[in-house]
């Protein structure tokens, strides 16, 4: 057993990190006396979850290892530089995973960003996003684009006015403004979501996780505006998950209330001058990654580059981690890597092959990550040579088979000039995109993403974004426009009969929540973060790895009986208004009764 480990507390070292002058109160590196025994801990993974834990345990006083697969950190959240792009003393342009964003509802992820210095920045890291106003709905000629405003309300209802009534007419008039649906299937759908409004947690567990959200507000039997716009372009374009699988539970917990509705009510946001929608003003690792390196190795964070892990190494006499087994990514180099304790942080897909038998037999949780699911989501990036104005926000392709979505960069990225910053001079913006659909026929070649060659697939997203951004008479995207592209280099294979995507995404089809793991094992030195641990945000998301660390660091200090401070969790914000109506949909719940106000 490890001994009780005695580590600062979070309590007068960052007095008033909450606010805005927080990056002035930054946690000081830990002092210890000479030759003091140090607390080992492994952090198997360098993206967000693992960058998180290390920084919570470093925080406190751990001596950390940070073990990555790659040369670089971030994980998926990183950018990257694109190879023989940069001249004239510019950086090479920017290429990433896909675009990220992060939602005014991520409260502790932001929490950490803001303990990461960034040169003499109040507020660190997290003073570098920037909000987005709006996102456009974009559809095919002849039908109207939809640009949707993404400002919090400026005179949300007072409490106590939030009424079942007043949501109802609100979701009502927002749909009748906005789209072109029947009178009878805006009203149906805003009945359906204050069903899922006043659920009691039990219901939307036990019920609503089983039923697919096209189900649940019954897609199949209403329009195909209707199917397109609140069930296709609510799920398969924002998570990757049809909206044929998708967790009911998770949609509505997450995309419609966490997202749309409290966010445009100003709820449950992360403090007063967050919107909806947030980027960064920088290529992700220039704003964020490389500052959090930097802190990290302030803290005494260390980290070992090219470290495949191959197998954690159970001992059933200890019933104990004694160590991991750990190669080159070539698979060289081969050797054991030993702490105190092991947080794994790894993609689900990656952590599941280092499980062996004996660990999975002590822990049956283990074995039920078998069940979980990938899908592919994955970046292009065009490069052109105008600023393209396309929206002050991301477009949704609702029409475009491929679930394309977009943003153009440049325009956050204040304070820098992006031809005399990036390339060779000549590109003056990036548009962004993401395909979400790999299956489905596209427009150009009749093949799905899967099937198609790099190149084809590159053809394709571009014709789509032009079919959804480009109305008659008005071109926002052109040919002439563009300079050269990027995709994700992670996919490779492809045009081939394998092709194969070493970073998919975690997604959230039916069942899922009740076979995600917990951040605590059966094992007492083993301990997982990852967006497909058990989080209360629920969705894999650069929140949710976050949340996961501090859960499986709070769990790693509880083992530990050290005093240190707890890891502070924000869950999803909960309406006090609804609350007495989610106690009588227990009671219901309980005697197999439907909620109130589900009328099938």
């Not at 949300?156 to 079942?164: E, I, K, N, S």
């Not at 609140?230 to 009911?248: C, D, F, K, P, Y």
Request: net charge negative; hydrophobic share 40%; aromatic share 8%.
């Amino acid at each position: 057993m490890t001994a009780r480990h005695q580590g600062p507390t979070r309590r007068g070292l960052i007095a008033g990190a909450g606010g805005a002058a927080a990056g002035a109160a930054l946690w000081p590196a830990p002092v210890f006396a000479e030759g003091a025994a140090r607390t080992r801990v492994a952090v198997l993974g360098g993206g967000v979850s693992g960058l998180s834990a290390a920084q919570e345990l470093a925080e406190r006083g751990y001596a950390v290892t940070v073990h990555e697969y790659y040369d670089v950190l971030g994980g998926k959240a990183r950018s990257m530089d694109v190879p023989g792009t940069g001249t004239g003393g510019r950086a090479p342009l920017p290429g990433e995973h896909g675009f990220r964003f992060f939602p005014g509802f991520y409260r502790n992820l932001p929490d950490t960003m803001r303990r990461i210095p960034y040169r003499d920045q109040p507020g660190g890291v997290r003073a570098n996003l920037r909000n987005a106003t709006e996102e456009l709905f974009a559809r095919q000629e002849g039908r109207p684009d939809l640009h949707f405003p993404l400002r919090r309300a400026t005179t949300p209802p007072r409490a106590g006015d939030l009424t079942t009534t007043w949501l109802r007419d609100e979701i009502t008039a927002a749909l009748d403004t906005g789209t072109r649906l029947p009178a009878h299937e805006v009203a149906y759908f805003a009945n359906r979501l204050l069903v899922h409004l006043a659920s009691c947690d039990a219901r939307r567990e036990g019920e609503w996780e089983a039923v697919p959200w096209w189900d649940f507000i019954r897609a199949g039997d209403f329009s195909e505006e209707y199917r397109t716009l609140l069930g296709i372009g609510q799920t398969r374009n924002l998570v990757a998950t049809r909206a044929q699988e998708a967790s009911t539970r998770t949609v509505g917990r997450v995309i419609i209330e966490a997202l749309i509705l409290w966010g445009l009510l100003g709820r449950g946001l992360d403090g007063p001058d967050a919107d909806i929608d947030r980027v960064l003003n920088a290529p992700t690792t220039e704003a964020w990654i490389d500052p959090w390196r930097a802190h990290l190795a302030s803290l005494g964070v260390e980290f070992a580059f090219s470290s495949d892990v191959r197998e954690i190494l159970y001992d059933e006499g200890t019933g104990r981690v004694t160590g991991v087994r750990v190669t080159d990514p070539d698979g060289g180099g081969e050797r054991v890597v030993t702490a105190d304790h092991y947080v794994q942080a790894m993609p689900v897909e990656h952590a599941r092959p280092t499980w062996g038998p004996a660990l999975r037999a002590v822990d049956p949780q283990l074995a039920r990550c078998d069940r979980l699911r990938t899908d592919w989501m994955t970046g292009i990036m065009f490069y052109v040579r105008r600023p393209v104005p396309l929206v002050h926000g991301h477009v949704n392709c609702l029409d475009s088979p491929w679930a394309v979505t977009a943003i153009g960069q440049a325009q956050f990225w204040d304070g820098r000039d992006f031809a005399a910053d990036y390339g060779d001079g000549r590109a003056a913006d990036c548009i962004s995109t993401i395909v979400s659909e790999w299956d489905i026929p596209g427009i150009l070649y009749g093949k799905t993403a899967r099937e198609c060659t790099r190149e084809e697939i590159v053809e394709e997203c571009w014709a789509q974004l032009k079919d959804g951004v480009n109305d008659s008479g008005r071109a926002l995207v052109e040919d002439s426009d563009r300079l050269s592209w990027f995709m994700d280099p992670a996919v490779t294979g492809l045009g081939g009969p394998s092709p194969r995507n070493r970073e998919p995404l975690f997604i959230h089809p039916t069942g899922t929540w009740h076979n995600r793991p917990t951040a605590r094992t059966a094992v007492p030195n083993l301990f997982l973060a990852g967006d497909y641990v058990r989080t209360d945000v629920d969705l894999a998301t650069m929140e949710g790895a976050n949340e996961s660390a501090r859960r499986a660091v709070n769990a790693l200090l509880d083992q530990d009986g050290s005093d240190a401070e707890r890891c502070r969790i924000w869950e999803l914000y909960r309406p006090p208004e609804l609350e007495p109506l989610k106690r009588v949909d227990e009671t219901r719940f309980r005697l197999g009764l439907p909620n109130t106000f589900d009328l099938g």
